[in-house]
Protein backbone atom coordinates (compact mmCIF):
# COMPACT_ATOMS: atom_id res chain seq x y z
CA UNK A 1 0.00 0.00 0.00
CA UNK A 2 0.75 3.60 -0.11
CA UNK A 3 2.82 5.69 2.45
CA UNK A 4 1.24 6.58 5.44
CA UNK A 5 1.09 10.10 7.15
CA UNK A 6 3.31 10.96 9.93
CA UNK A 7 1.71 10.34 13.57
CA UNK A 8 1.68 13.16 15.81
CA UNK A 9 2.37 12.31 19.11
CA UNK A 10 -0.93 10.84 20.10
CA UNK A 11 -0.67 8.53 17.12
CA UNK A 12 -3.01 10.62 15.07
CA UNK A 13 -2.73 11.39 11.70
CA UNK A 14 -2.12 14.93 11.00
CA UNK A 15 -5.49 15.89 9.48
CA UNK A 16 -5.96 18.16 6.54
CA UNK A 17 -8.61 20.20 5.31
CA UNK A 18 -11.15 18.29 3.34
CA UNK A 19 -11.50 19.20 -0.70
CA UNK A 20 -15.07 18.81 -1.35
CA UNK A 21 -14.83 18.00 -5.00
CA UNK A 22 -12.22 17.16 -7.44
CA UNK A 23 -10.58 13.71 -7.50
CA UNK A 24 -9.16 13.82 -3.82
CA UNK A 25 -12.12 15.17 -2.36
CA UNK A 26 -12.18 11.96 0.01
CA UNK A 27 -8.02 11.06 0.10
CA UNK A 28 -7.72 14.45 1.08
CA UNK A 29 -9.72 14.45 3.91
CA UNK A 30 -7.57 11.04 4.84
CA UNK A 31 -3.58 11.80 3.94
CA UNK A 32 -2.12 8.80 5.46
CA UNK A 33 -3.94 6.48 3.03
CA UNK A 34 -2.03 8.48 0.32
CA UNK A 35 -3.20 7.64 -3.52
CA UNK A 36 -0.93 5.20 -4.63
CA UNK A 37 -1.54 1.51 -6.66
CA UNK A 38 -2.71 -1.65 -4.73
CA UNK A 39 -0.32 -4.70 -4.71
CA UNK A 40 -1.72 -7.16 -6.80
CA UNK A 41 -0.16 -9.92 -4.39
CA UNK A 42 -2.22 -9.05 -1.32
CA UNK A 43 -5.01 -11.43 -3.12
CA UNK A 44 -2.69 -14.14 -3.72
CA UNK A 45 0.28 -14.71 -1.40
CA UNK A 46 0.04 -17.45 0.85
CA UNK A 47 2.59 -16.01 3.22
CA UNK A 48 0.51 -12.73 3.61
CA UNK A 49 -2.56 -14.68 4.22
CA UNK A 50 -1.09 -16.95 7.16
CA UNK A 51 0.25 -13.36 8.40
CA UNK A 52 -3.70 -12.48 8.11
CA UNK A 53 -4.26 -15.36 10.40
CA UNK A 54 -1.99 -14.80 13.33
CA UNK A 55 -2.26 -10.83 13.16
CA UNK A 56 -5.49 -10.53 12.45
CA UNK A 57 -8.24 -12.77 12.84
CA UNK A 58 -6.66 -14.67 16.00
CA UNK A 59 -6.26 -11.26 17.82
CA UNK A 60 -9.50 -8.99 16.76
CA UNK A 61 -13.60 -9.25 17.49
CA UNK A 62 -15.30 -11.37 15.52
CA UNK A 63 -19.10 -11.19 15.02
CA UNK A 64 -20.48 -14.54 14.87
CA UNK A 65 -24.37 -14.10 15.10
CA UNK A 66 -27.12 -12.47 16.68
CA UNK A 67 -29.11 -12.59 20.15
CA UNK A 68 -32.07 -14.08 18.45
CA UNK A 69 -30.62 -17.37 17.76
CA UNK A 70 -30.26 -18.35 21.23
CA UNK A 71 -33.83 -16.47 23.03
CA UNK A 72 -34.01 -19.03 25.59
CA UNK A 73 -31.82 -20.94 28.58
CA UNK A 74 -30.09 -23.97 26.99
CA UNK A 75 -29.81 -22.63 23.32
CA UNK A 76 -26.79 -22.74 21.14
CA UNK A 77 -25.32 -22.79 17.86
CA UNK A 78 -22.03 -23.79 16.95
CA UNK A 79 -19.49 -21.90 14.48
CA UNK A 80 -16.87 -23.12 13.27
CA UNK A 81 -13.85 -20.04 12.36
CA UNK A 82 -11.38 -22.07 9.82
CA UNK A 83 -9.10 -19.03 9.56
CA UNK A 84 -8.95 -19.53 13.79
CA UNK A 85 -8.32 -22.93 13.31
CA UNK A 86 -11.58 -23.63 15.91
CA UNK A 87 -15.01 -24.49 16.26
CA UNK A 88 -17.18 -22.06 18.59
CA UNK A 89 -19.64 -23.16 20.59
CA UNK A 90 -22.28 -20.10 21.79
CA UNK A 91 -25.02 -20.75 24.24
CA UNK A 92 -27.30 -19.12 26.82
CA UNK A 93 -26.72 -20.14 30.45
CA UNK A 94 -29.45 -20.88 32.94
CA UNK A 95 -28.70 -16.71 34.06
CA UNK A 96 -29.31 -15.58 31.03
CA UNK A 97 -25.85 -14.43 30.01
CA UNK A 98 -24.49 -15.34 26.51
CA UNK A 99 -21.14 -17.52 26.81
CA UNK A 100 -18.86 -18.75 24.04
CA UNK A 101 -16.34 -21.41 24.66
CA UNK A 102 -13.78 -23.53 22.39
CA UNK A 103 -16.25 -26.64 21.50
CA UNK A 104 -13.39 -28.72 22.78
CA UNK A 105 -13.27 -31.69 25.23
CA UNK A 106 -10.56 -31.44 27.84
CA UNK A 107 -10.18 -35.05 27.67
CA UNK A 108 -8.26 -35.79 24.23
CA UNK A 109 -9.46 -32.77 22.63
CA UNK A 110 -12.54 -34.57 20.59
CA UNK A 111 -15.56 -31.97 19.33
CA UNK A 112 -18.44 -31.56 22.28
CA UNK A 113 -20.93 -30.45 20.45
CA UNK A 114 -21.69 -31.78 16.66
CA UNK A 115 -24.80 -30.32 16.56
CA UNK A 116 -24.86 -27.10 14.52
CA UNK A 117 -28.18 -25.23 16.75
CA UNK A 118 -30.66 -26.55 19.40
CA UNK A 119 -31.43 -26.53 23.01
CA UNK A 120 -29.91 -28.55 25.83
CA UNK A 121 -30.04 -28.82 29.54
CA UNK A 122 -25.67 -29.99 29.89
CA UNK A 123 -23.17 -31.01 26.70
CA UNK A 124 -21.83 -34.81 26.66
CA UNK A 125 -19.24 -35.48 24.80
CA UNK A 126 -19.32 -38.42 22.46
CA UNK A 127 -16.04 -40.12 22.77
CA UNK A 128 -16.28 -40.74 26.23
CA UNK A 129 -18.87 -39.27 27.81
CA UNK A 130 -17.70 -36.08 29.96
CA UNK A 131 -20.73 -33.99 30.27
CA UNK A 132 -20.17 -30.12 30.38
CA UNK A 133 -22.74 -27.51 31.81
CA UNK A 134 -24.44 -24.64 30.20
CA UNK A 135 -21.32 -22.28 32.20
CA UNK A 136 -18.83 -24.61 30.73
CA UNK A 137 -18.06 -26.37 34.09
CA UNK A 138 -17.05 -30.40 34.06
CA UNK A 139 -19.99 -31.95 35.73
CA UNK A 140 -19.60 -35.65 34.91
CA UNK A 141 -16.55 -37.66 33.97
CA UNK A 142 -17.17 -41.46 33.75
CA UNK A 143 -14.93 -43.85 35.92
CA UNK A 144 -13.89 -40.67 37.51
CA UNK A 145 -11.78 -42.29 40.39
CA UNK A 146 -9.17 -43.70 37.98
CA UNK A 147 -7.49 -40.40 37.22
CA UNK A 148 -4.21 -39.22 38.89
CA UNK A 149 -4.60 -35.81 40.98
CA UNK A 150 -7.58 -35.00 38.92
CA UNK A 151 -10.34 -31.64 39.59
CA UNK A 152 -13.08 -31.11 37.92
CA UNK A 153 -12.30 -27.73 38.13
CA UNK A 154 -9.41 -27.62 36.48
CA UNK A 155 -10.80 -28.89 33.48
CA UNK A 156 -14.18 -27.46 32.19
CA UNK A 157 -14.35 -26.23 28.20
CA UNK A 158 -11.85 -23.53 27.74
CA UNK A 159 -13.56 -19.88 27.39
CA UNK A 160 -13.30 -17.45 24.50
CA UNK A 161 -14.31 -13.66 25.10
CA UNK A 162 -17.75 -13.13 24.35
CA UNK A 163 -20.05 -9.51 24.39
CA UNK A 164 -23.05 -8.10 22.67
CA UNK A 165 -22.86 -4.56 20.57
CA UNK A 166 -26.67 -4.00 19.48
CA UNK A 167 -27.74 -7.87 19.49
CA UNK A 168 -25.20 -8.99 17.72
CA UNK A 169 -22.42 -11.64 19.49
CA UNK A 170 -19.19 -11.23 19.15
CA UNK A 171 -16.25 -13.16 19.63
CA UNK A 172 -12.45 -13.01 20.30
CA UNK A 173 -9.98 -15.72 20.33
CA UNK A 174 -6.74 -14.25 22.25
CA UNK A 175 -7.18 -15.55 25.46
CA UNK A 176 -5.88 -11.94 26.80
CA UNK A 177 -7.49 -9.69 23.91
CA UNK A 178 -5.96 -5.86 24.34
CA UNK A 179 -9.20 -4.30 23.62
CA UNK A 180 -13.15 -4.53 24.73
CA UNK A 181 -15.47 -5.07 22.40
CA UNK A 182 -16.84 -1.20 23.34
CA UNK A 183 -13.20 -0.38 22.68
CA UNK A 184 -12.51 -2.23 19.37
CA UNK A 185 -15.33 -1.31 18.00
CA UNK A 186 -14.97 2.91 18.91
CA UNK A 187 -16.91 5.86 16.83
CA UNK A 188 -18.11 3.29 14.57
CA UNK A 189 -20.10 1.44 17.49
CA UNK A 190 -21.35 4.67 18.79
CA UNK A 191 -22.29 6.03 15.62
CA UNK A 192 -24.78 3.47 15.42
CA UNK A 193 -26.74 3.79 18.49
CA UNK A 194 -29.94 4.72 18.83
CA UNK A 195 -30.35 2.42 14.94
CA UNK A 196 -33.57 -0.42 15.74
CA UNK A 197 -31.61 -3.12 15.16
CA UNK A 198 -33.79 -5.20 17.68
CA UNK A 199 -37.28 -4.23 16.11
CA UNK A 200 -35.76 -4.72 12.38
CA UNK A 201 -34.54 -8.36 13.31
CA UNK A 202 -37.67 -9.73 13.34
CA UNK A 203 -37.48 -11.66 10.15
CA UNK A 204 -34.79 -12.72 8.28
CA UNK A 205 -33.24 -14.66 5.16
CA UNK A 206 -29.61 -15.62 4.73
CA UNK A 207 -27.53 -17.01 2.30
CA UNK A 208 -24.61 -18.94 2.23
CA UNK A 209 -21.65 -19.76 -0.19
CA UNK A 210 -18.30 -20.98 -0.42
CA UNK A 211 -16.34 -18.48 -3.26
CA UNK A 212 -13.34 -19.51 -4.89
CA UNK A 213 -11.57 -16.04 -4.04
CA UNK A 214 -9.83 -14.47 -1.27
CA UNK A 215 -11.73 -13.26 1.06
CA UNK A 216 -10.41 -9.22 0.60
CA UNK A 217 -11.13 -9.46 -3.39
CA UNK A 218 -14.54 -10.45 -1.80
CA UNK A 219 -15.04 -8.00 0.55
CA UNK A 220 -13.63 -5.28 -1.63
CA UNK A 221 -16.51 -5.62 -4.38
CA UNK A 222 -18.71 -4.53 -1.45
CA UNK A 223 -17.30 -1.28 0.11
CA UNK A 224 -17.29 0.69 -3.27
CA UNK A 225 -19.97 1.97 -5.61
CA UNK A 226 -18.14 2.52 -8.98
CA UNK A 227 -19.29 -1.01 -10.13
CA UNK A 228 -22.97 -0.14 -9.81
CA UNK A 229 -23.95 1.44 -12.66
CA UNK A 230 -22.00 -1.56 -14.98
CA UNK A 231 -22.62 -4.60 -12.85
CA UNK A 232 -26.65 -3.61 -11.49
CA UNK A 233 -27.90 -2.32 -14.76
CA UNK A 234 -30.44 -5.72 -15.06
CA UNK A 235 -31.04 -5.68 -11.53
CA UNK A 236 -31.19 -2.36 -9.78
CA UNK A 237 -31.01 0.37 -12.87
CA UNK A 238 -31.06 3.81 -12.22
CA UNK A 239 -32.53 2.59 -8.49
CA UNK A 240 -28.16 4.24 -6.81
CA UNK A 241 -27.76 6.10 -10.04
CA UNK A 242 -29.26 8.79 -12.35
CA UNK A 243 -28.51 12.10 -14.38
CA UNK A 244 -27.86 13.53 -11.32
CA UNK A 245 -24.94 11.09 -9.91
CA UNK A 246 -24.72 8.81 -12.70
CA UNK A 247 -21.41 7.04 -11.32
CA UNK A 248 -23.04 6.55 -8.09
CA UNK A 249 -20.43 9.00 -5.96
CA UNK A 250 -20.92 9.08 -2.20
CA UNK A 251 -22.48 11.34 0.01
CA UNK A 252 -20.48 10.76 2.42
CA UNK A 253 -17.85 9.19 4.53
CA UNK A 254 -16.51 8.78 8.01
CA UNK A 255 -13.23 6.33 8.50
CA UNK A 256 -11.62 5.02 11.85
CA UNK A 257 -8.70 3.90 12.83
CA UNK A 258 -10.66 0.14 12.11
CA UNK A 259 -13.65 0.83 10.59
CA UNK A 260 -15.42 2.99 7.98
CA UNK A 261 -19.01 4.30 6.53
CA UNK A 262 -20.15 5.70 4.00
CA UNK A 263 -23.64 7.05 2.87
CA UNK A 264 -24.62 6.17 -0.13
CA UNK A 265 -27.10 7.74 -2.73
CA UNK A 266 -30.78 6.95 -4.31
CA UNK A 267 -32.12 7.88 -6.62
CA UNK A 268 -35.42 9.69 -5.31
CA UNK A 269 -36.74 10.16 -8.80
CA UNK A 270 -37.03 6.47 -10.25
CA UNK A 271 -40.18 5.42 -11.52
CA UNK A 272 -40.53 1.53 -9.83
CA UNK A 273 -42.11 -1.19 -11.80
CA UNK A 274 -45.78 -2.30 -10.99
CA UNK A 275 -44.71 -4.98 -9.18
CA UNK A 276 -41.97 -2.12 -7.17
CA UNK A 277 -44.85 -0.21 -6.76
CA UNK A 278 -47.39 -2.14 -4.74
CA UNK A 279 -44.03 -3.51 -2.44
CA UNK A 280 -43.59 0.46 -1.42
CA UNK A 281 -47.18 1.06 -0.29
CA UNK A 282 -46.61 -1.46 2.18
CA UNK A 283 -42.17 -0.72 3.37
CA UNK A 284 -38.61 -0.01 1.61
CA UNK A 285 -35.79 -2.34 0.79
CA UNK A 286 -33.07 -0.62 -0.90
CA UNK A 287 -35.30 1.00 -3.51
CA UNK A 288 -36.75 4.19 -2.48
CA UNK A 289 -40.16 5.31 -1.24
CA UNK A 290 -41.13 8.51 0.82
CA UNK A 291 -37.74 9.20 2.78
CA UNK A 292 -38.52 9.97 6.56
CA UNK A 293 -35.38 11.25 8.50
CA UNK A 294 -37.70 11.09 11.86
CA UNK A 295 -37.23 7.10 11.84
CA UNK A 296 -33.72 7.06 11.97
CA UNK A 297 -31.41 8.26 14.66
CA UNK A 298 -28.95 11.15 13.78
CA UNK A 299 -25.87 9.34 13.26
CA UNK A 300 -27.53 7.26 10.16
CA UNK A 301 -27.07 9.80 7.36
CA UNK A 302 -25.48 11.91 9.64
CA UNK A 303 -25.75 14.93 7.36
CA UNK A 304 -29.31 14.45 6.45
CA UNK A 305 -29.17 14.06 2.58
CA UNK A 306 -32.50 13.75 1.04
CA UNK A 307 -31.40 11.80 -2.17
CA UNK A 308 -29.78 9.08 0.66
CA UNK A 309 -30.67 5.40 0.75
CA UNK A 310 -28.66 3.79 2.67
CA UNK A 311 -25.31 3.58 4.91
CA UNK A 312 -22.91 0.94 4.30
CA UNK A 313 -20.97 -0.04 7.51
CA UNK A 314 -17.58 -1.74 7.41
CA UNK A 315 -16.86 -3.19 10.79
CA UNK A 316 -12.97 -4.53 10.52
CA UNK A 317 -12.12 -7.31 9.46
CA UNK A 318 -15.14 -9.14 7.71
CA UNK A 319 -18.71 -7.89 8.88
CA UNK A 320 -20.83 -5.51 7.14
CA UNK A 321 -23.81 -3.43 8.65
CA UNK A 322 -25.77 -1.89 5.85
CA UNK A 323 -28.17 -0.10 7.21
CA UNK A 324 -31.64 1.83 5.56
CA UNK A 325 -34.84 3.04 6.46
CA UNK A 326 -37.05 0.17 7.82
CA UNK A 327 -34.29 -2.93 7.85
CA UNK A 328 -30.85 -3.56 7.02
CA UNK A 329 -28.46 -6.35 6.09
CA UNK A 330 -25.00 -7.76 6.65
CA UNK A 331 -22.21 -9.86 4.93
CA UNK A 332 -19.75 -11.49 6.44
CA UNK A 333 -16.30 -12.63 4.48
CA UNK A 334 -14.78 -15.83 6.17
CA UNK A 335 -11.61 -16.93 4.76
CA UNK A 336 -11.13 -20.38 4.31
CA UNK A 337 -7.69 -20.39 2.47
CA UNK A 338 -5.86 -17.92 0.43
CA UNK A 339 -8.11 -18.60 -2.54
CA UNK A 340 -11.62 -19.31 -0.77
CA UNK A 341 -13.88 -17.87 1.17
CA UNK A 342 -17.10 -18.07 2.83
CA UNK A 343 -19.37 -15.30 2.15
CA UNK A 344 -22.69 -15.02 3.92
CA UNK A 345 -25.47 -12.42 4.01
CA UNK A 346 -28.80 -11.95 5.61
CA UNK A 347 -31.40 -9.01 5.26
CA UNK A 348 -33.16 -8.14 8.22
CA UNK A 349 -36.69 -6.72 8.20
CA UNK A 350 -39.23 -6.07 11.18
CA UNK A 351 -41.73 -8.76 11.45
CA UNK A 352 -44.74 -8.44 9.30
CA UNK A 353 -48.07 -8.01 10.65
CA UNK A 354 -49.85 -7.80 7.40
CA UNK A 355 -49.96 -9.43 3.85
CA UNK A 356 -48.74 -6.56 2.51
CA UNK A 357 -45.65 -6.06 4.88
CA UNK A 358 -44.88 -9.91 3.83
CA UNK A 359 -45.12 -9.06 0.22
CA UNK A 360 -43.04 -6.54 0.25
CA UNK A 361 -40.30 -8.16 2.29
CA UNK A 362 -40.47 -11.35 -0.53
CA UNK A 363 -40.08 -8.94 -3.07
CA UNK A 364 -37.03 -7.49 -1.20
CA UNK A 365 -35.09 -10.98 -0.90
CA UNK A 366 -35.84 -11.64 -4.16
CA UNK A 367 -34.65 -8.16 -5.43
CA UNK A 368 -31.36 -8.59 -2.88
CA UNK A 369 -31.01 -11.93 -4.16
CA UNK A 370 -30.45 -11.11 -7.71
CA UNK A 371 -28.23 -8.20 -6.72
CA UNK A 372 -25.85 -10.39 -4.81
CA UNK A 373 -25.55 -12.62 -7.72
CA UNK A 374 -24.26 -10.51 -9.54
CA UNK A 375 -22.02 -9.44 -7.52
CA UNK A 376 -20.51 -12.72 -6.89
CA UNK A 377 -20.69 -13.36 -10.87
CA UNK A 378 -17.23 -11.44 -11.00
CA UNK A 379 -15.70 -12.65 -7.83
CA UNK A 380 -14.08 -16.37 -8.70
CA UNK A 381 -13.47 -14.36 -12.25
CA UNK A 382 -11.21 -11.65 -10.82
CA UNK A 383 -9.52 -14.71 -8.70
CA UNK A 384 -8.51 -16.72 -11.74
CA UNK A 385 -6.50 -13.90 -13.27
CA UNK A 386 -5.33 -12.83 -10.39
CA UNK A 387 -3.39 -15.74 -10.39
CA UNK A 388 -1.93 -15.29 -14.02
CA UNK A 389 0.49 -12.29 -12.60
CA UNK A 390 -0.23 -11.01 -15.30
CA UNK A 391 -0.94 -7.53 -12.94
CA UNK A 392 1.53 -6.79 -10.47
CA UNK A 393 -0.68 -3.70 -9.08
CA UNK A 394 -3.76 -1.89 -9.69
CA UNK A 395 -5.00 1.86 -9.23
CA UNK A 396 -7.58 2.79 -6.83
CA UNK A 397 -9.21 6.10 -7.19
CA UNK A 398 -11.07 8.30 -4.63
CA UNK A 399 -14.61 7.21 -4.65
CA UNK A 400 -12.96 3.52 -3.82
CA UNK A 401 -11.27 4.96 -0.51
CA UNK A 402 -12.98 2.19 1.72
CA UNK A 403 -11.25 -0.33 -0.57
CA UNK A 404 -7.72 1.53 0.33
CA UNK A 405 -8.42 1.56 3.97
CA UNK A 406 -9.16 -1.69 4.56
CA UNK A 407 -5.62 -2.44 2.99
CA UNK A 408 -4.02 0.12 4.94
CA UNK A 409 -5.42 -1.57 8.19
CA UNK A 410 -4.54 -4.98 6.92
CA UNK A 411 -0.97 -4.00 6.54
CA UNK A 412 -0.33 -1.74 9.37
CA UNK A 413 -1.81 -4.82 11.94
CA UNK A 414 0.30 -7.15 10.05
CA UNK A 415 3.67 -4.99 10.58
CA UNK A 416 2.20 -4.05 14.24
CA UNK A 417 2.62 -0.56 13.15
CA UNK A 418 0.12 1.93 14.95
CA UNK A 419 -3.59 3.06 13.14
CA UNK A 420 -3.73 6.22 12.16
CA UNK A 421 -6.55 8.01 13.92
CA UNK A 422 -8.98 9.93 11.23
CA UNK A 423 -10.36 13.74 11.72
CA UNK A 424 -14.60 13.17 11.30
CA UNK A 425 -15.40 16.04 9.28
CA UNK A 426 -18.55 15.99 7.23
CA UNK A 427 -19.00 17.21 3.70
CA UNK A 428 -21.72 16.93 1.15
CA UNK A 429 -21.23 14.87 -1.91
CA UNK A 430 -23.09 17.85 -3.57
CA UNK A 431 -25.18 15.29 -5.29
CA UNK A 432 -27.78 15.10 -3.23
CA UNK A 433 -30.07 17.65 -1.65
CA UNK A 434 -28.60 19.18 1.74
CA UNK A 435 -32.31 18.97 4.34
CA UNK A 436 -30.68 21.27 6.51
Not at 219 to 234: C, P
Request: net charge negative; proline share 6%.
Amino acid sequence: MSATATPNTNGSATPQAPPRTGRDKWTGRYPHLGTGPLSADVFTSKEQFELEREHIFKKVWLNVGRIEQVPNAGDFFVFDIAMCETSILVVRGADGAVRAFHNMCSHRGNKVCWDQSGNRNNFTCKFHGWVYGLDGDLRHVPDEEHFFDFQRSDHGMTPVACDIWEGFIFINVDPEPAETLAEYLGGMGESLTGYPFGEFSGACASWSTEVRANWKAVKDAFQETYHVAFLHKTSIPDSFTGPANPHQHILDLRLYPRHGSASLWGNAELQPSPAAAIAFRHGSFLLRKDFDAGNLPPSVNPTDERDWVLDLNVIFPCFFVDVSEGSYFTHNFWPLDVDRTIWTSTQYFPKPETAGQRYNQEYGHVLFRDIILEDGNTLEQTQSMLRSGAKTEFPIQDEEILVRHGHYVVDQMIHGRPLATPALAHATNGNGAHRG
